[in-house]
């Protein structure tokens, strides 16, 4: 007998019998009836209720001629299986290099009488004498760095400890299948550890409580076209998604059901994202200053060294208040699902993301670790080789040990004096921003295409060579907003983004691109260095007078200093990029300083 009446629901007017809510609340029953002496113990029986929650729902669905979802079930509880069985062997192999470290300690000075040494034993705390013979911290000098292991005094939970080793042991392993569900929250202790803000240990605790001005209306949305036309990876990626957690399938419709769309950027690479227009309207946006290049030059000097780190699904690895997960329901061939995490779609994840990864960019800063993060993606320099070896060192311990899981393909955490980051290429040795080739070669293509397409073109590619010049303006300054503006003029009168359009019709627009297509090769790297002794230059202009008249050792070179008193008749530009009226006056002192030219 069950111990619970079936609940009827209702789906777009469908009575249909309520399976997982019966299964739900006797799994809760089940786990809250029992208590373990043991936390291994505890956590292996919630793991067999959980399978026999599984295999019952499978019964259930095939006792309903459903066989698709049973077989779906099935397949979910079979990869529980599989992980359960990875971790047993991970703690099985730090247990034996733990064992054999004090082994090898103890046979090395056969003499010495053993004084209850530190042994990881799996499964056991008490001996038949009834004392105590292994401690509750397992030893990690054998195989984690002294970056990760030298900050857990405060870590007294074992199974917090072992999580860090079998993070690194993943990491190091280069395992594709690490799940990053939960990763934050299980090392909260690491985030007190640095000081992090209440704000960011109640998200990392809690879930992140999406800020509403109010609640959005209920509302079901069809999925986009771009899903529709990319469905195989539609579904491949949300099996992986329900796989590793960041989905939940749910039996009810949720309060907001978002259509899901696909970006496919210009490697081909897919990326599913959450449409969530309908409530990014109601969610409170708040400003955040994010880092980038110009954060980095203020580190870079010549003949430097640097690494750089990516995070491997980086929104995902912050929970979303369980309570706010039916504004993120979407659909897929019949079935409802919820955002477990933060999903790519969201306004305030940009905002809410870059505020907890700041917490440990101020930890490092505090070590003078010269270091910067753009979302999820870093890098840092230094001037020596060594230093930027032990700084790269502690930056992936504290990755690691805060739960974060940094992508080990992309990451570069040898010094190295040629580096990529964030779409331009960075020259340590000369102290230089270039562009990478491919990046040139991939707009002078776009470029020509639409020159040798007889002038009619979709808005869409337009805007997307705009897009990609846009992009180069650290490397090449405000001409790529200068030389775009006809191009922008003929994309803004588009009524949607596939409309063809002549632009032999006008002729801005095509001089703009022969102008691209012209100097775009001839571009030259630009120098960090001297940018930021522009920045200083131009901030120490008010002192020449004083410098040339009481520095004698230029003044035979300074034949007149002349200083610009009616600066009412100078305005400058606005905040708006695209306009060419200034709408401000000048506040400030011009000086000219006219030098003697020598040799």
Known sequence: MRKFPYEYIYVRGERILSYDTTHTLEKKVKKAENSFKFKGHQVQYELNVDLQDLVQRALDYLGRNKSDKAVTILNEALNTLKKRNKLIRIADNFCKHAALSWEQTWLRKPGQKVQGKEICVSGVDYLDIGHPTAKKTPRLDLELPEELHKDFSAHTDTLQVQDVYESYFEYEKGCSDIFVKDRLKNSVNFWKSINASSFIVDIIENGYKIPLLKEPENMYSKNNKSALEHSDFVSSAVKELVLGGLVKRVSIMPHVVNPLTVSVNGKG??????????????????????????????????????????????????????????????????????????????????????????????????????????????????????????????????????????????????????????????????????????????????????????????????????????????????VTQIMTRNIFSVINIRDYWDQYVNIGKYPGCINELIFWRDNLPLLKAVDLSTSVFRRLLGSSCPYWPLIFDENTEYRSYVLDVLEFNEVDRILVSGNNLNSIFANGKFKGRILAVRLKATD
């Open 269 to 478: 690479k897919h990326r599913l994202i959450l449409d969530l227009r309908h409530v990014n309207k109601q969610v409170i946006v708040n400003k955040v200053k994010f880092e980038d290049w110009k954060t980095l030059a203020q580190y870079v000097t010549l003949n430097c060294y640097g690494y750089v780190f990516d995070l491997k699904a980086g929104y995902h690895h912050l929970n979303i208040f369980e309570q706010h997960q039916k504004y993120l329901g979407f659909s897929w061939k019949g079935e409802f699902y919820v955002f477990t995490v933060l999903p790519f779609g969201l306004s305030s994840s940009g905002y809410i993301f870059t505020k907890t990864v700041r917490q440990l960019v101020k930890h490092w800063r505090k070590s003078s670790i010269k270091v910067a993060v753009y979302l999820d993606d870093g890098f840092g320099v230094e001037v020596s080789y060594e230093l930027c070896v032990k700084h790269a060192r502690r930056i992936k311990a504290d990755l690691i040990a805060s739960g974060f899981v940094p992508n080990k393909d992309k990451c570069v955490w040898l010094p190295a004096q040629h580096v990529e980051w964030l779409g331009f290429s960075w020259n340590l040795i000369s102290c230089k921003l270039q562009i990478p080739q491919r990046k040139i070669d991939d707009i002078l293509n776009l470029v020509a295409f639409i020159l040798n397409s007889s002038y009619r073109v979709k808005v869409r590619q337009l805007a997307k060579i705009c897009g990609k010049l846009i992009a180069l303006t650290p490397a090449v300054g405000n």
